[in-house]
C-alpha cells in the first residue's frame, strides 16, 4: 500500500542510512529499495535516532510544521485562504481533489512517522547495549506517537461524519509491513487499537523521566483523553485526565499569555515538538502561513475576531491583527487579518509546535463534566479558563458555550473543525475577502472527510475511496 509505509527516514548517523523507496516508472505498485535490518538496531543510542527521525517526520512542513493545524482551521470558519500564495486556496473553496499533492505529502509524512515508531516498538523485547529503563521509556514514546498519527489520520482521511460512510483507515501496526496494501481498518477496531496503544505508552513511561519535547507520561494519558472524547466515552475522558493533572500543568496567567506563546516549555505545556535552527523548516513554517510577509496563506476570518468578550487577551490586537508585513508586500490582496499571537516567529521560524496544552485538558474536563449531567462542576472547571484570560464567566453551560470556549481558546491550534464535526454541527457560515460566502460544508457532506490521496489508490487496490470523490 502507500508507497512510504514501508520506509524509515532517519536522521543521519553512521550506521543507519537514509531509508528511502521508489515507484517504478511505469508502475505504482509499492517498491522498496532499501528496508531497516532490525537486527542493526543494537544500542539505545541508536533506538533514540530512530524515535527522533519519528518526530522530525512529524515537525515536517507536510505535516505538523505547516500543514495540520492550519486544516483544521482553514476547513472551518476561523481561517481563510487569502490567495497570497495560493496555499489552501482550493481547500478553502471546498475545491478538495484526490490528486492534491499536499494531501499526497500529508498521508506520506504521517505514515512515515508511523513507519519509525513501528520499527522502535519492534525492539521492544530486544536486549540492547545501553540502559534498559531508556529502552523501554523509548519504546513507550513509539507507542504514544502510533496512536497520535493513526489518530490524526482517522480525523483528516476517515469518514465517520459523511453521510452513509462509516470508514476508518488502515492502521499498520508492525515493521516491516505483513501487509504492504491493507484493506481500511472499521473504525470500532481503531478505537481498540488507539486505547491499546495509548495503554501501553504510560506504562512504558514513568512521570519522573516526562520531558515536554517528547511524548511523555502525561501526554500518553492527555491524548487518551482526546481519543475518548472524540469516541464519547467521558469516564475514560475523566480518568485519564486524573493522571494529567499530577504533573502540576498550570492554566497561562492572563499577564504571561502573549508572552508564553514567544516561549519554549511553558508551565502550560504537556507535549511540543522541538524546533530549532538545525530542523527548522526556515520558510516553510507555521509562523510564516499564518503571519509571514513571504507566504501569510492562512488569515483569520472577521468572524473569529468578533467571538471575544472586551477585556479578554485572547481577541487583542497581540493575537489577532493585520499582518503589516504581508500588507506592504502583497498590498494587491483583499484581506490581512491574521494570527499574529499564536507561533509568532516568521523571522527565525523556531517556534516549538504545541501539541497538547494545560488548557485543552481543562476545556476536555468540563466538556466530560457536562455529557455526564455534572453541570455545576463543568460551568466551575470551564470558568477556570474565563477567570485567566480576562473574560465574563459563563452563567450556565451548554454545547454552544462549550464549543464557544474551545474556540476562543483553541483557535488557530488545528481544532475547530474536528469539534464541529463530534458536535454534528454544520460548519457556519463566513465571509470571504470579496464579500461572499465561503463554501463551508453541512454536517454529512463528503468535505467532512478529505479524499484519499490518488497515487495511494492506484498503488493499493484495497483502499476504497471516501464517498464523492
Not at 517498491?31 to 531497516?36: D, F, I, M, P
Not at 506592504?328 to 490581512?336: A, I, N, Q
Not at 499574529?340 to 521560524?349: E, I
Request: with cysteine.
Amino acid at each position: 500500500m502507500i508507497r512510504n509505509i514501508h520506509r524509515i527516514l532517519l536522521p543521519m548517523v553512521a550506521v543507519l542510512a537514509i531509508l528511502l523507496g521508489a515507484c517504478g516508472k511505469d508502475s505504482l505498485e509499492p517498491r522498496t529499495e532499501k528496508q531497516l535490518d532490525l537486527d542493526d538496531l543494537k544500542s539505545v543510542e541508536l533506538l533514540r535516532s530512530l524515535m527522533d527521525g519519528a518526530y522530525k517526520h512529524m515537525a515536517n512542513d507536510a505535516y505538523y510544521g505547516m500543514t495540520m493545524m492550519p486544516l483544521g482551521e482553514v476547513r472551518a470558519d476561523n481561517c481563510l485562504a487569502n490567495q497570497s500564495t495560493l496555499a489552501f486556496a482550493d481547500i478553502n473553496a471546498g475545491n478538495i481533489v484526490s490528486d492534491d499533492s499536499r494531501l499526497q505529502f500529508l498521508w506520506e509524512n504521517i505514515y512515515r512517522t508511523i513507519s519509525n515508531a513501528n520499527a522502535v516498538i519492534a525492539r521492544e523485547s530486544a536486549t540492547l547495549e545501553g540502559d534498559a529503563a531508556e529502552q523501554k521509556h523509548i519504546v513507550g514514546e513509539a507507542y504514544g506517537i502510533r496512536a497520535l498519527a493513526h489518530f490524526d489520520l482517522l480525523r483528516l482521511f476517515g469518514a465517520e461524519h459523511v453521510t452513509g460512510a462509516d470508514a476508518g483507515i488502515p492502521y499498520v501496526s508492525s515493521y516491516p509491513v505483513k501487509d504492504p496494501t491493507p484493506p481500511r481498518t472499521p473504525v470500532a477496531q481503531i478505537k481498540e487499537k488507539l486505547y491499546s496503544d495509548l495503554q501501553a505508552a504510560a506504562r512504558l513511561m514513568a512521570p519522573e523521566q516526562a520531558t515536554k519535547d517528547k511524548m511523555n507520561y502525561y501526554a500518553a494519558h492527555h491524548l487518551l483523553a482526546r481519543v475518548a472524547l472524540w469516541f464519547n466515552d467521558y469516564n475514560t475522558v475523566l480518568k485519564s485526565l486524573d493522571e494529567v493533572d499530577k504533573g502540576f500543568f498550570t492554566i497561562m496567567p492572563k499577564d504571561q499569555y502573549v508572552e508564553s506563546w514567544r516561549k519554549k516549555l511553558n508551565p502550560n505545556s504537556i507535549f511540543e515538538l522541538s524546533i530549532t535552527a538545525v530542523s527548522s523548516n526556515t520558510f516553510s513554517s507555521i509562523s510564516e502561513i499564518y503571519n509571514g510577509s513571504l507566504f501569510g496563506d492562512v488569515a483569520a476570518t472577521r468572524e473569529v475576531s468578533q467571538i471575544f468578550d472586551a477585556g479578554d487577551v485572547r481577541g487583542t490586537t497581540a493575537m489577532i491583527d493585520i499582518n503589516q508585513g504581508l500588507q506592504m508586500t502583497k498590498g494587491h490582496l483583499l484581506w490581512f487579518l491574521a494570527n499574529v499571537g499564536k507561533y509568532p516567529d516568521h523571522v527565525n521560524h523556531l517556534d516549538n509546535l504545541v501539541l497538547m496544552r494545560y488548557e485543552e485538558a481543562v476545556l476536555m474536563r468540563a466538556e466530560a463534566l457536562y455529557r455526564l449531567n455534572r453541570n455545576a462542576e463543568a460551568l466551575n472547571v470551564l470558568n477556570t479558563i474565563t477567570s485567566e484570560r480576562g473574560a465574563a464567566p459563563h452563567a450556565a453551560i451548554d454545547e454552544d458555550v462549550i464549543l464557544l470556549e474551545r474556540r476562543r481558546e483553541l483557535c488557530f491550534e488545528g481544532f475547530r473543525f474536528d469539534d464541529l464535526a463530534r458536535f454534528h454541527r454544520d460548519v457556519p457560515k463566513c465571509f470571504t475577502p470579496m464579500g461572499i460566502l465561503k463554501a463551508n460544508p453541512k454536517y454529512g457532506d463528503k468535505l467532512m472527510a478529505l479524499p484519499i490521496p490518488l497515487m495511494e489508490l492506484q498503488a493499493n487496490a484495497s483502499l476504497k475511496q471516501n464517498p464523492g470523490y
